[in-house]
C-alpha cells in the first residue's frame, strides 16, 4: 500500500510538470488552431538561460523571475517574427515553421550550453517533505509551484478584463474584432503566457531530468497525451490530463511486468492513441462541428 | 440635421469577384435607416465594407472622419457597434460575459455596471439568464443579447445585419419595437439591413434599396412604402 501512495503522490508530482506543458500547449492550440511542437524546446531554452543567470551569481528566485520574463518577451517575439505571417497559411506550413523552430532551439542550445548532461539547483531541497518517507520537498514543492500557478491563471482569465478579451479573441475572433479586441496582440499574448507557462514546467523539472538540450522531448509526449486526454480545447481539462497521465505513467511503470522505465514513453503514445480512437474530443473537450 | 455617415462610391471585393459596385448612401445623425433589396444584392457587404472587414475603396465618413484603411477594432471605437449576421454570440461565455464584452473598450467601470442593468431592464429574459452560456439561449434571446451587447459601448451608430432572421414573427415584432425606442430614447443611429422589407419601413424613417451591388431607390420610408411600384418591383410584397 505504501508503495502504491508513494507512486501516486510522485505522480501527482510530474502530473503537475505535464499539466503545465499540456496548458501551455493548449492555450497556443486555442489562439492559433496549431500544436505547438516546440513548446518543450522553447521551456528547455528558458531552464537553460535560468541556469546561466544562477551561474552568474543571481539566486534562484531570482533568476526564476527574470526568466519568467524573458521567457515571455521570448514567445511573443516569436509569435511575431515566425507565426504571425504564417497566420493565413495552410496546416503544413505551419507543421513545417513549428518543426523548424524546434531544431533552431534545440541546436542553438547545443551550440552555447553544449551537450553535457548538468546538474539543476532545487530551492526546495529534496529531503523528505514533513518527515514523511512518501513524497519529497521537491516534489512538494513542484506541485505547490503548479497549483499557485493555476490558480493565478484561473483568476487572470476568469476575473480580469484582458483575460476576457482573450478568451473571446480564441472563441469567436471575428465577433472580438467588431467588440474592439485587438485579436492579433491577444494571440501574441497567449504565445508569451504559454512560453511562460512552460519556463515553470522546465525549471521545475529540471532537478529530476537534469539539464540538457534534449530533456524536454519526453515530457512533451507526456504534455500532449494529457493535452489529448483532457481535450485539446479545455484549459481545464489539459490540468486533469496532466495529473491524470503522471499518476497512471507511474503506476503503469510499478505495476504493469516488462514496462518499468523503458516502456513508459510508448504508454504516452498508446494513450494518445487510444483518446483519439475512443473519444477523439478528450474527457472535457467541445466536440467541434463544422458546417460545409 | 447633422450627417452622421456618409459613403460615397464605395466598391468592394471577394477575392477578383465585385460585390459593390460603387453605391453612394448617407445617414443623419438620430436616424434610423435601412437598406433593402433581395439575397446577393450586397446589403451584408456594405456594413462589412464599413467596418473593414471586406476589401473595399472608395470613401467612408463617419461624422467627417475617414473610417479608411482603419483596423476593424479601431473603428469600434469611433462608436460604431456592428451585430454581424448570426448574431455573433460568444456561445460558449456568459450572457453577462457577453455584455461585458460589449463594453471591452470602455474604461468607465460604474458606467458598465449600471449599462449592464440597463440592458436587463430593457430585456428582463437576459437577467434571468444572466449565468446561463449564450450559447444555450434561443435565437430570440441571443438576437436581443447580440443587440444588448452592441448598446454596452454606448455607440452613436448601431449596424444591423438582419435581425429579424430564424426568428418567429412575434419575436420579430418585439425586438423592433425596442430598436425603435433605443433610437428614440437613447439617441442611438441605427443603420439595419434587412429582407423583411415590409417590417423595416414601418420602423425606419429613410430607407434605401439596393440591387446588384448600387443603389437603386432613396427615400422617405413612407414613400418608399406606400409607392406600389417599387414595392412590387424591388421589395416583392
Redesign the interface.
Given at each position: 500500500m505504501e508503495l502504491f501512495t508513494n507512486q501516486v503522490l510522485a505522480g501527482i508530482a510530474t502530473g503537475a510538470i505535464y499539466a503545465c506543458m499540456a496548458l501551455a500547449v493548449v492555450m497556443i492550440y486555442q489562439a492559433i488552431d496549431h500544436l505547438n511542437f516546440a513548446q518543450g524546446e522553447m521551456a528547455m531554452f528558458s531552464t537553460f538561460i535560468s541556469w546561466q543567470l544562477m551561474q552568474w551569481g543571481v539566486p534562484y528566485w531570482g533568476a526564476f523571475l527574470i526568466t519568467l520574463v524573458l521567457s515571455f518577451i521570448g514567445g511573443i517575439a516569436i509569435e511575431r517574427i515566425l507565426f504571425k505571417p504564417l497566420a493565413k497559411a495552410p496546416v503544413l506550413t505551419n507543421v513545417a515553421g513549428f518543426i523548424a523552430l524546434f531544431s533552431i532551439i534545440n541546436s542553438s542550445a547545443g551550440l552555447i550550453w553544449d551537450f553535457t548532461i548538468k546538474q539543476y539547483p532545487t530551492p526546495f531541497g529534496s529531503s523528505p517533505f514533513l518527515g514523511s518517507q512518501l513524497v519529497s520537498t521537491h516534489q512538494a514543492g513542484m506541485i505547490g509551484v503548479t497549483v499557485l500557478l493555476l490558480l493565478g491563471l484561473y483568476f487572470f482569465f476568469q476575473y480580469t478584463?484582458i483575460g476576457?478579451?482573450m478568451?473571446?479573441a480564441a472563441?469567436?475572433p471575428?465577433?472580438?474584432?467588431?467588440?474592439?479586441?485587438?485579436?492579433s496582440w491577444m494571440i501574441a499574448l497567449g504565445w508569451g503566457m504559454a512560453s511562460a507557462i512552460g519556463s515553470i514546467a522546465g525549471m521545475l523539472i529540471a532537478p529530476v531530468v537534469f539539464l540538457e538540450p534534449n530533456m524536454m522531448g519526453g515530457v512533451l509526449i507526456y504534455g500532449f497525451a494529457a493535452a489529448v486526454l483532457g481535450g485539446l480545447t479545455s484549459p481545464f481539462g489539459a490540468v486533469v490530463g496532466g495529473f491524470l497521465v503522471g499518476i497512471f505513467e507511474n503506476l503503469a511503470g510499478t505495476y504493469i511486468p516488462g514496462v518499468g522505465n523503458e516502456l513508459k514513453l510508448p504508454i504516452a503514445l498508446a494513450l494518445i492513441i487510444s483518446v483519439l480512437v475512443v473519444k477523439p474530443a478528450g474527457l472535457f473537450g467541445?466536440h467541434i462541428v463544422k458546417r460545409v | 440635421m447633422t450627417l452622421l455617415l456618409n459613403v460615397k462610391d464605395l466598391r468592394a471585393y471577394y477575392g477578383q469577384v465585385q460585390a459593390l459596385h460603387g453605391l453612394s448612401f448617407s445617414l443623419n445623425e438620430g436616424s434610423l435607416t435601412t437598406l433593402l433589396g433581395a439575397n446577393g444584392a450586397g446589403k451584408t457587404t456594405t456594413l462589412r465594407a464599413i467596418?473593414n472587414?471586406v476589401r473595399s475603396t472608395g470613401g467612408i465618413e463617419f461624422d467627417g472622419k475617414p473610417l479608411n484603411n482603419r483596423?476593424?477594432?479601431?473603428i469600434?471605437?469611433f462608436g460604431i457597434?456592428?451585430v454581424?449576421q448570426g448574431r455573433?454570440?460568444?456561445?460558449?461565455?456568459t450572457v453577462e460575459?457577453n455584455l461585458?464584452?460589449?463594453a471591452?473598450?470602455r474604461k468607465d467601470n460604474a458606467g458598465i455596471v449600471s449599462d449592464i442593468e440597463r440592458m436587463y431592464a430593457h430585456f428582463p429574459v437576459l437577467k434571468q439568464r444572466h449565468t446561463q452560456q449564450a450559447g444555450t439561449l434561443s435565437g430570440g434571446e441571443q438576437q436581443m443579447l447580440a443587440v444588448a451587447?452592441a448598446l454596452m459601448?454606448r455607440p452613436r451608430l448601431m449596424l444591423l445585419d438582419e435581425p429579424s432572421f430564424g426568428l418567429a414573427p412575434l419575436v420579430v415584432r418585439d425586438l423592433f419595437g425596442i430598436l425603435g425606442k433605443i433610437n428614440r430614447e437613447d439617441k442611438v443611429s441605427i443603420l439595419v439591413v434587412e429582407q423583411n422589407a415590409q417590417l423595416a419601413l414601418e420602423l425606419a424613417d429613410q430607407a434605401y434599396v439596393i440591387e446588384t451591388g448600387r443603389i437603386v431607390m432613396s427615400g422617405n420610408a413612407k414613400d418608399i412604402a406606400n409607392n406600389e411600384e417599387i414595392r412590387k418591383s424591388y421589395l416583392g410584397y
Open positions: 478584463r476576457l478579451a478568451r473571446a472563441s469567436v471575428e465577433s472580438a474584432r467588431l467588440v474592439g479586441i485587438n485579436t467541445r | 467596418c472587414m483596423s476593424t477594432e479601431s469600434v471605437r457597434a456592428h454581424p455573433g454570440t460568444f456561445t460558449t461565455m460575459e461585458q464584452l460589449g471591452i473598450t451587447r459601448l
